[in-house]
């Protein structure tokens, strides 16, 4: 059973507009959430997060939002730019950080010029 | 810091044999992770430890795979006997969880079995 879920295996945006990435998770103890960027071989690296006590969070191009109550939380990329172009994985913790962490599957972004 | 560093970066092995992934974690982090990556079951973690000690190994698939942390700067992932659909990527991350939930990725292993 799948507890964080990216529905969306790949997403195709054009370059300088806005990305929109989601994912869904059903266990309610999570209480820590992330974004990953990969790259082809290469390992995941860290892009964002957010702690469940927020629902915005921002950085540069890159924003977060969580809706608890729906148990849904979303990455925006604006303007995208061809380097954005990656798988992005959701990912999800408890236990504050000496946990693994469970991630969904990945959306393939693909940044068309 | 060089990252997280594993080995080998690509490992091709016949059915049956023994194959040996190895980590060396960021220095100072106190948690190490095994991930595995495969198209149909996406990244799955497979077993942790904090310390050096494993935490859980719910994660890992059957017996056939073990995992070690003899010190706080290596780790070793290990499938005895080896089977075809044990082909993944192998990933090995760290952190240091008391006071963060982001773990910092190696560039991982990929294993083929024939």
């Known amino acids: 059973d799948q507890q964080v879920k990216q529905n969306s295996p790949s997403l195709s945006v054009q370059e300088g507009r806005i990305s929109i990435l989601n994912c869904d998770y059903t266990?309610?103890?999570?209480?820590?959430f992330l974004w990953y960027k990969k790259y082809p071989a290469e390992g995941p690296t860290f892009l964002i997060s957010?702690?469940?006590?927020?629902d915005k969070n921002e950085d540069g191009r890159f924003t977060v939002f969580l809706n608890k109550s729906a148990k849904h939380l979303s990455l925006h990329i604006v303007p995208s730019q061809p380097g954005d172009s990656a798988v992005y994985f959701c990912?999800?913790?408890?236990?504050?950080?000496?946990?693994?962490?469970?991630f969904g599957k990945g959306t393939h972004l693909i940044i068309q010029p | 810091d060089a990252g997280v560093i594993q080995s080998p970066r690509h490992e091709v092995t016949e059915m049956g044999q023994e194959v040996t992934l190895r980590c060396k974690p960021i220095?100072?982090?106190?948690?190490l992770f095994w991930y595995r990556q495969t198209m149909m079951r996406g990244l799955e973690l497979l077993i942790y430890?904090?310390?050096?000690?494993?935490?859980?190994d719910s994660g890992m698939p059957e017996d056939r795979f073990s995992a070690k942390m003899p010190n706080a700067s290596f780790s070793t992932l290990k499938i005895q006997p080896s089977e075809p659909r044990d082909s993944a990527v192998y990933f090995c991350?760290?952190?240091?969880?008391?006071?963060?939930?982001?773990?910092?990725f190696g560039p991982g292993t990929r294993l083929t079995v024939t």
């Open positions: 991350a760290s952190s240091f969880s008391h006071s963060s939930y982001e773990q910092y």
């Open positions: 266990n309610s103890m999570f209480d820590y």
């Open positions: 957010i702690s469940s006590i927020k």
């Open positions: 990912a999800a913790g408890a236990g504050g950080g000496a946990d693994g962490l469970t």
């Open positions: 220095s100072g982090h106190n948690s």
């Open positions: 430890f904090n310390n050096n000690v494993p935490i859980d």
